[in-house]
Nanobody
Framework: QVQLVESGGGLVQAGGSLRLSCAAS????????MGWYRQAPGKQRDLVAT???????NYADSVKGRFTISRDNVKKTVDLQMNSLKPEDTAVYYC??????WGQGTQVTVSS
């Protein structure tokens, strides 16, 4: 059974940075796509960034140039470095494994 545990969320002022981390267990990890999604109150869960096993990247237009996804296949972790944060980035951020498994989410709040 795959388990995903996120960490690194919190409260930050606009323009600041946060780094989210997701630790996976119960998976081979290296052969699967990993990603980050987010859900703001009253809205659907949306893609933020994904990275395939081969290293192909995909970012939401709203975060391009500000967020960077990375993975460590030895440690079985996937990180999301978020810079130049905006109030509209406020959401619960979820780690995703293989488009199927989800973490519990971590809250990111950006104050103006």
């Amino acid at each position: 059974q795959v388990q995903l545990v996120e960490s690194g969320g919190g409260l930050v002022q606009a323009g600041g940075s946060l780094r989210l981390s997701c630790a996976a267990s119960g998976t081979i990890f290296s052969i699967y796509s990993m990603g980050w999604y987010r859900q703001a109150p009253g809205k659907q869960r949306d893609l933020v960034a994904t990275m395939t096993s081969g290293g192909r990247l995909n970012y939401a237009d709203s975060v391009k140039g500000r967020f960077t996804i990375s993975r460590d296949n030895v440690k079985k972790t996937v990180d999301l470095q978020m810079n130049s944060l905006k109030p509209e980035d406020t959401a619960v951020y979820y780690c995703n494994h293989n488009l199927r498994d989800w973490g519990q989410g971590t809250q990111v709040t950006v104050s103006s």
